[in-house]
């Protein structure tokens, strides 16, 4: 055992392994080449390392046990970069929610499958989205009115949304957990050239290329994924970090009410088997109002809420005033100099209206020495 003076064969050759298997940039042991009780000595003045000397790994180090800390430290640090805007412990992601997707993944291009009201929806979000982005751009193509926008579609499935979109000339990335799904949207999209170079997919979820694509989409699209996500109010913190600012926010999802439980969840995966059961999850559900309680405060003030209702029998959809089913939302993101300085403004205003009223009022007055 090492005491300070001198250090056994074995754990010398323990920290020479160690200390030669180290990666570059950490300091290596002073090569032994004889055991004698004079070369111990030498060994100990050679083994006795200056804190300072090691600094860059900020950690305390001892004496000749150092370079075994170092190496692993350093390896350490190499495997895992902490910068990041979001702990990799926090996710969007239920599994049991992918586990039902999967299931579902080879049915995404069935017109007339379980999909099938999605592929209808795209009459109604199709145009929602684009409309709503033109009102923001002078100048387009006719035949391809989102020419050099880019859209990010959480949550895309098969790309269902994705191609529309990119037929109307954006650059789109379709994001999803489920690597079936990604599969096969990628293999769907290859028959078309055009879309082959516009569309491009990652198996991944919104928070693992937030740090990546900060402010790098004129709009984000989340149809019919939040009333799936575990965590609503990060998957909102992560689609701001994503747009740029004056960015569009796109929703569809389902309301939060009675007539929802009866219809979406009793009648559509119950009774008539329209969408297969435990696709939905009624606690999930989220009202027009909650929604915009965390948009709102998450810098995405919210310009338009639409409802929609489905028809069975038909299989189409079309818009209405009524939101107690599904509904369409578009919020913007606010630009940073939109946002005032919330205790000195509050604090302005407040004296601003103590002083107005400091003449007319001997209490408002004593309110202004405090």
């Not at 160690?18 to 570059?24: A, N, R, T």
């Not at 004129?218 to 799936?228: G, M, R, W």
């Not at 299989?315 to 369409?328: I, P, Q, R």
């Not at 209490?363 to 202004?368: D, I, K, R, S």
Request: proline share 6%.
């Amino acid at each position: 055992m090492w005491r300070g003076r001198r250090l056994s064969s074995r754990g010398v050759r323990f920290l020479g392994t160690l200390g030669f298997g180290c990666p570059s940039g950490v300091a290596q042991p002073p090569r032994v080449t004889s055991w004698s009780v004079n070369s111990g000595n030498q060994l100990t003045r050679n083994l006795q390392i200056k804190p300072w000397e090691f600094s860059e790994h900020r950690t305390m180090w001892f004496r000749s046990y150092s370079r075994t800390f170092s190496c692993l430290i350093r390896i350490k640090t190499d495997r895992f970069p902490w910068k990041s805007l979001y702990s990799t412990s926090q996710t969007t992601v239920d599994s049991k929610e992918v586990k039902t997707f999967l299931a579902l993944a080879h049915k995404w291009w069935d017109e007339q499958g379980i999909f099938a009201p999605l592929h209808s929806m795209n009459d109604l979000r199709v145009p929602f989205i684009r409309d709503n982005l033109l009102k923001k751009s002078a100048n387009h193509h006719p035949g391809k009115p989102l020419s050099g926008m880019k859209i990010l579609d959480v949550g895309c499935g098969g790309g269902l949304l994705t191609e529309p979109l990119g037929r109307l000339g954006a650059s789109v990335t379709g994001i999803d957990p489920v690597a079936e799904n990604i599969k096969i949207a990628q293999h769907h999209k290859s028959f078309d050239p055009v879309l082959d170079k516009r569309i491009q997919y990652k198996v991944c979820s919104l928070e693992e290329i937030t740090n990546e694509a900060a402010e790098v989409f004129d709009a984000v699209v989340a149809s019919e994924v939040v009333e799936h996500v575990i965590d609503l109010e990060l998957f909102v913190q992560c689609c701001y970090q994503v747009l740029k600012p004056g960015g569009s926010f796109f929703i569809t999802t389902i309301n939060k009410t009675q007539l929802s439980y009866a219809l979406g969840i009793v009648f559509s995966e119950q009774i008539t088997g329209i969408v297969p059961k435990g696709t939905h999850t009624w606690e999930k559900f989220v009202s027009p109002e909650k929604l915009e309680s965390i948009l709102e405060p998450n810098g995405l003030p919210v310009q338009t809420v639409a409802g929609m209702i489905y028809n069975p029998f038909s299989g189409y959809w079309h818009w209405s005033e009524n939101t107690s089913l599904n509904y369409a939302a578009h919020a913007v993101k606010s630009s940073a100099w939109e946002h005032p300085e919330p205790a000195e403004s509050a604090l302005k205003e407040d004296t601003e209206a103590l002083q107005a009223n400091a003449s007319s009022s001997p209490h408002v007055h004593e309110e202004l020495k405090k």
